[in-house]
């Protein structure tokens, strides 16, 4: 009778865990965070580059420092 319980247990806690695992997300790929970026021109080259990327004066875009020097000289 003792060992009926103690293999019950084993029974329950192999069940527990075999509910558990599909519950966590393994396999679920962080597309959340690469989305579609929001895409602006250089206004000097007029390359396209991901706006975090740019660099920024006045609202207008540019591809690098040197083209901001550049055309707002
Ligand atoms: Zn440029």
């Known amino acids: 009778m003792k ?6 247990v084993v029974f329950a806690v192999i069940w527990w865990i075999k509910l ?3 519950a966590t997300p393994a396999d679920k ?7 579609p970026q929001n ?3 250089c206004a000097h080259c007029g390359l396209h580059l991901p ?3 740019a ?3 006045r609202n207008t875009a540019y591809c690098s420092e040197a083209h901001r020097v550049l055309a707002e000289s």
């Open 3 to 8: 060992y009926l319980i103690l293999l019950g």
């Open 20 to 22: 558990s695992r599909p």
């Open 29 to 35: 790929t962080s597309t959340a965070t690469d989305g």
């Open 39 to 41: 895409m602006v021109r």
């Open 51 to 53: 706006d975090n990327e």
């Open 55 to 57: 660099v920024l004066s």
